[in-house]
């Protein structure tokens, strides 16, 4: 869950890397979800500021013309998803840092 404290995310990475072997290979799949709640999240969000943005500007006799009318578009994807990612990045930067720390213990005590 995105919304995990960060010392968390840190304390629970090498916790996962320190109770089995193959712990470091769960860490890209941990990226990705990560990245698709937030960016599910913001895709909510955006969806409700638009539909908040319209209710509060129209008023009654309008209100009739703008069913007919086209929606406004939302949010690109792309923009969501780099959204997402940015939000996300001191978590990634922490996962990167903490398995590379992890493959150079192990490669210097010599169990490759």
């Known amino acids: 869950d995105p919304n995990i404290p960060f010392l968390a995310v840190g304390v629970l990475g090498a916790a996962g890397l320190l109770s089995a072997e193959t712990g470091i290979f769960q ?19 955006s969806m409700e500021e638009g539909e908040n943005v319209q209710e ?3 008023s009654p006799s309008q209100e009739e013309n703008a069913e007919s009318e086209e929606q406004s578009s939302p949010p690109s994807s792309l923009s969501l998803l780099l959204k997402a990612f940015f939000t996300l990045l001191p978590r990634y930067i922490l996962l990167v840092m903490t398995s590379v720390s992890y493959l150079l213990y192990r490669y210097t005590n010599g169990s490759r």
């Open 27 to 45: 860490y890209p799949a941990i990226v990705l979800m990560m990245t698709a709640i937030q960016y599910r999240r913001e895709l909510a969000l």
């Open 56 to 58: 509060d500007e129209l």
